[in-house]
């Protein structure tokens, strides 16, 4: 039997929908002016550039990637650990497809912690296709092919509290944090927000495996992950190469080369070392590992921070092109370990437009002929 | 420990997108007309009247209902056994919601079996809030009150193309069936799209429980369920005056006044016995039993078609208004279990809302003022 193991909490630019003006005198021509700036507007202003208003979906559905069979197919089969996802494109989409990854919550991508709107709506608005990822034996994926179980685990809400940064004690917030915490409901959601997530290397394996088939599927794509979903997404892009990039909200779990990692036997958290030729993968794609605040007071956090930057340098070494960005170094100011979620992730969603700007990775398809 | 047991395999009034016309020598009156004319389009027609061209969606999200809360919260706990829905709300919607039921597999809800429109983009094109809804202890809301394990689920392929009613035996399908058969990729998305089910009478009580709170924060809702997901709906309009109808497709558990129903304990898949004043509360709403082709011949459904028609009589003596639909009577033919995932799932939700019109629940929510 498979136990869970949680041992980690997880857990643009911006086009204007210009208004379009007119001259009543210039008749007829502006008549049929009008009716193409407007069918324009509904076709690619509209759904892309605003903040308000309705978003525009072009399609929107569910599949499953990757997986096995096991037993006789002509007998008695089981189809199992796939994963799952949820998906929405925006009419005349950018190119590159963002995957969001959390271990286990899709809802943290749906949902500011007040209910406003997360990063899947604020980037379908900016014009990408955005997935939403179960990992094998997650959430809607868990059809697995061994058993699994999962004991009763009292003590995650003091847990989550603390992982997620929300304060130094649990229901103790930290001054000017962006969680709205004179909202009970709010704290209510956001621990009711994950699900069983099983942090075990072969998972993360499993999981790593799967989500580079969905990738070669969808084609290129960014991960955007949170937590130990950055590990696996990098995990994930030494196996395809449709991984074009990971923004990696607070990754607690690397990959080094080998002889250049921290040490220590690989776990679910890292650290994994592979070849040089196998790193060399990491060094082709940009990569962002975006922190909030008081990580370095965290116990928790505060080796996985530093390991991070041994990432960076490692990768960059080798001639790669990673970066880290300190959300407070940027000028925002309490934010926690997931803040595409926070109250100011549209100001956290601006980095990470001008990131994927400054890399190529924001341009529309080529229009349908 | 608390074991999985998987045993039955879940599982509008169009409005017209009208064409506006002009006549380019009336001049700035025309204009302003067409200026008015494309803003309510905008507003309410591209919205919700369309087949084609991108869906709007005012707000979308997540959240949990329902729920416990285990150990001491000052020290160590667990918010446990919620239910979790995705919502998606167009602009100016109706009043009522849906919300999607299937035992376990959003992903039927999401998708026709060729990964066209699910019932989920067609109703909210059709102006509804739809929610898509796992049960405590399913999918996205596995943090549970209780430990959970699920054993290897081999020959649960097997089950499923037949309680599915794809064919009489794995991999012969119907002639005609509504699937896409040639496709072996639909069969695989299929077989898939499911995930741990928990079929036990306490897990359908607590599903129930917390569909009833989740109609109560979000009011006026009509059930769409699948399988056992309507047995689990007659259960909440029990607890909910906010269940205001059910639309069950194929449901396989049932509620009777105590000694009208077919005798025998209850079990996962009903029958339930309650008092008459409970039972009346099923007579204050509409309900409509749908079901596919091949019911009769199947040893599996033959038994739960026969029950749903004691079902409906039963209301229908206790002054209710209960109804059966059999899609072929109603000139629809090779309907499997899931008729809304079906190849003909637009003809399907005509006859849906249909219903809903009849039965007064497709009214616009008054406009905001």
Chains 1, 2 share one sequence.
Not at 8 to 31: K, N
Not at 82 to 103: C, F, K, Q, T
Not at 210 to 221: F, H, Q, S, V
Not at 238 to 257: H, K, T, W
């Amino acid at each position: 039997m498979l136990d869970v193991a949680n041992g980690w909490i997880d857990s643009g630019d911006q086009m204007t929908g210009g208004a379009q003006r007119h001259d009543p005198r210039e008749g007829a021509r502006a008549h049929r002016l009008l009716w193409l700036a407007l069918g324009a507007a509904l076709l690619a202003g509209c759904a892309n550039g605003r903040t308000e208003g309705p978003l525009l979906i072009e399609k929107q559905g569910a599949f499953a990637a990757g997986g096995a069979i096991i037993g006789d197919e002509a007998t008695s089969s089981l189809h199992c650990d796939h994963g799952v996802v949820d998906y929405e494109i925006p009419p005349h989409p950018r190119a590159v497809n963002l995957l969001m990854w959390h271990s286990a919550s899709a809802g943290a991508w749906k949902n500011r912690w007040d209910g406003g709107e997360g990063y899947e709506s604020i980037f379908v608005r900016r014009g990408f296709p955005v997935y939403i990822w179960d990992g094998p034996r997650v959430g809607r994926a868990n059809w697995a092919c061994v058993p699994l179980s999962a004991p009763v685990q009292i003590g995650q809400d003091q847990q989550n509290f603390l992982a997620w940064r929300f304060g130094p004690e649990y229901r103790h917030w930290y001054p000017g944090v962006q969680f709205p915490k004179d909202d009970p409901e709010a704290w209510n959601q956001a621990t009711r927000a994950r699900y069983q997530e099983f942090d075990l290397l072969p998972n993360v394996e499993l999981e790593s495996a799967a989500a580079a088939k969905l990738a070669d599927r969808i084609g290129p794509t960014v991960a955007v992950t949170n937590s130990a979903g950055g590990f696996r997404a990098l995990m994930a892009a030494l196996q395809s190469r449709n991984i074009v990039g990971i923004v990696a909200y607070e990754d607690v779990g690397y990959v080094f080369p080998k002889g250049e990692g921290p040490g220590g036997p690989p776990g679910p958290f890292g650290p994994v070392e592979v070849s040089t030729e196998e790193f060399a993968k990491l060094t082709r794609i940009p990569i962002q590992v975006v922190w909030g605040d008081h990580v370095e007071e965290s116990a928790r956090f505060k080796g996985m921070f530093a390991q991070s930057k041994m990432f960076v340098a490692a990768v960059n070494r080798h001639g790669g092109k990673a970066q880290l960005l300190v959300l407070h170094d940027a000028g925002l100011h309490g934010n926690t370990h997931l803040p595409f979620a926070d109250m100011n992730n549209v100001a956290v969603a601006d980095l990470m437009s001008a990131f994927l700007k400054a890399n190529g990775l924001d341009a529309r398809a080529p229009a349908p002929r």
